[in-house]
């Protein structure tokens, strides 16, 4: 395959992965309202119960201001709600409401649980290469040192695409 043929192979495919997400955030927000990084939160919520933004930061693996930004917003939405802790007043708990749990749900699967069950099936070798050429990728792109939570989401910051 000559060399522009192949860069349009890759460019394809990188396309396709996008519009893939893209779909699957357009369905979130259709269906609940939610953003992929509210229902990430929200369910790192449900897994972990009451906790503090600190660990729910490290949790999504998102940085904590874009965590505690979520957060505004899933509270305005009456979906959490933040208690300080009784014996220590800057300690500060983050935990479903009654909606919040509703709003999980409903909501879709996430695109990257699909992909999590297939990428498991493969050889470890196989997983490996994957890794590797991604990581390739994402440095060719300039996107090596983007903040990106693991799940697959386009607009993987709050506020981006993001309805009022």
Do not use: C, W
Not at 4 to 15: D, E, G, K, P, W
Not at 38 to 66: F, W
Not at 91 to 114: C, D, F, I, M, Q
């Amino acid at each position: 395959m000559a060399e522009q043929a192949q860069l349009n192979t890759v460019l394809r495919s990188i396309r396709r992965i996008m519009r893939a997400v893209d779909i699957q955030s357009k369905q979130v927000m259709k269906t609940v309202g939610l953003t992929v990084p509210q229902v990430v939160i929200l369910q790192t919520i449900k897994d972990e119960g009451a906790i503090t933004s600190k660990r729910l930061a490290e949790g999504a693996n998102l940085s904590p201001a874009t965590v505690v930004t979520i957060l505004d917003k899933l509270e305005a939405k009456s979906l959490v709600e933040r208690k300080r802790d009784t014996r220590d007043r800057r300690v500060v708990y983050t935990s479903l409401t009654r909606a919040g749990k509703e709003a999980l749900r409903t909501a879709p699967p996430l695109l990257h649980h699909a992909f999590s069950a297939r990428f498991g099936e493969l050889s470890p070798e196989r997983r490996r290469q994957i890794i590797e050429a991604l990581e390739d990728v994402a440095e060719m792109m300039g996107a090596k040192e983007i903040e990106a939570a693991p799940v697959l989401h386009v607009a993987a910051l709050e506020g981006v695409g993001e309805a009022p």
